[in-house]
Antibody, heavy 119, light 107 residues
Framework: QVQLQESGPGLVKPSQTLSLTCTVS?????????WGWIRQPPGKGLEWIGS???????YYNPSLQSRVTISLDTSKNQISLRLTSVTAADTALYHC????????????WGQGTLVTVSS | DIQMTQSPSTVSASVGDRVTITCRAS??????LAWYQQKPGKAPDLLIY???NLQSGVPSRFSGSGSGTDFTLTISNLQPEDSATYYC?????????FGQGTRLVIK
């Protein structure tokens, strides 16, 4: 059974860099799926941040592209997210999810980790 | 970019009722649409993919239809555990935009 678990600092200062890790268990991240990051501001809807293929090819939301980097650590079976120059608008619950490479739906999802941007 | 618009934003219904939630794409996306259910404090769960295909383990009272720009999620014989927020997602190409969500309240 595939399980995803996000982790990282819960508090980041404005203008700094947000760094999160998604640890996958029960499945190798090199086995042919995309891996995506999706965020959800408190009380609001879902926003796709970006996805990475097992080959390392990445696709980012145009609204975040200049600030986002998603990468793989195959030795640890982890996916990483970096978001630079954060502001309060980046405060959200950050989820990682497995994404079918052929059909593009997200399943399963991690529970998410809350990141607050505040001084 | 293609925008996804859901309606209504909130719907209230009773146990046993039938509810329909609509998702409209600003451009045609064929059947490249997924529906998710999110309960408070939980991660979203995939309900339907390809506009009308039920994900394994999802009760048959959930159904999806539509293609092109107009899609619907129908929940028949509402149960208390169906209280949640429902999201559609375009899946034809990047960026993978979600609708703003529809909150289902069970009276």
């Amino acid at each position: 059974q595939v399980q995803l678990q996000e982790s990282g600092p819960g508090l980041v200062k404005p203008s700094q860099t947000l760094s999160l890790t998604c640890t996958v268990s029960g499945y190798s991240i090199t086995s042919g799926f995309y891996w995506g990051w999706i965020r959800q501001p408190p009380g609001k809807g879902l926003e796709w941040i970006g996805s990475i293929f097992h080959s390392g090819n990445t696709y980012y939301n145009p609204s975040l592209q200049s600030r986002v980097t998603i990468s793989l650590d195959t030795s640890k079976n982890q996916i990483s997210l970096r978001l630079t120059s954060v502001t309060a608008a980046d405060t959200a619950l950050y989820h990682c999810a497995r994404q079918s490479a052929s059909t593009n739906w997200f399943d399963p999802w991690g529970q998410g980790t809350l990141v607050t941007v505040s001084s | 970019d293609i925008q996804m618009t859901q309606s209504p934003s909130t719907v209230s219904a009773s146990v046993g009722d039938r509810v329909t939630i609509t998702c409209r794409a600003s451009q045609g996306i064929y059947s490249w649409l997924a529906w998710y259910q999110q309960k408070p404090g939980k991660a979203p769960d995939l309900l339907i993919y390809g506009a009308s295909n039920l994900q394994s383990g999802v009760p048959s009272r959930f159904s999806g239809s539509g293609s092109g720009t107009d899609f619907t999620l129908t929940i028949s014989n509402l149960q208390p555990e169906d209280s949640a927020t429902y999201y559609c997602q375009k899946a034809n190409s990047f960026p993978f935009t979600f609708g703003q969500g529809t909150r289902l309240v069970i009276k």
